[in-house]
């Protein structure tokens, strides 16, 4: 038996709906300004009593130098125990402002375009170096497949003799 077909009914079209009138916005001056409620809470005062939940010993614990108002050690103070700083062995000196030199192999000369001058300047732009005011030094890792004219860069012995055999010219680097 052949179930009878439903039938489809055709929606009514909707009316469209009447928008809301927006509520007028009140004139906002500098005197009508306030904070939104909630959005900010007293600061908290302490050792004001017991009630305050802070009262008493203020959250600096019980007694003693940490309890104090500029009650602090400075770094390094183990309590009056001889400090660590005092009881290791002193040697020798450190000169604060020894600049060690900045290392670049012969192998990345390759990067520096043909027939440039290799100069502190060159070395910077080519990225090889942080400061082209500091000291440089080339050393001999790595082969040198092109001639290079060097100057004002401090270069080793194994770098002097790669860069000589393959055609290239080292001006010696005046003392500073």
Known sequence: MAKP??????????KPRAKAPRPEL????????RRPPGSH???IRKGRGP???????AGRGGKGQTARTGGQTRPGFEGGQMPLIRRIPKRGFTNPFKQPA???N?????????GVEVTP???FGAGLVRRPDRPIK?????????????????????ARSKIEQAGGTIASLSPR
Not at 106 to 114: C, S, Y
């Open 102 to 104: 900045q290392v670049v």
């Open 121 to 123: 300047e060159t070395l």
């Open 26 to 33: 009140p004139h906002i001056t500098l005197s009508s300004l």
């Open 138 to 158: 080339l050393l001999g890792m790595g082969d040198v497949q092109r001639k290079f004219s060097v100057k004002g860069v401090t270069v080793s012995a194994s």
């Open 51 to 57: 009630g305050s939940g802070i009262g008493k010993t």
């Open 41 to 43: 809470r007293a600061r």
């Open 106 to 114: 012969v192998r990345h000369l390759g990067k520096l375009a043909e």
């Open 5 to 14: 077909k439903a039938k489809t009914r055709a929606r009514p079209k909707r």
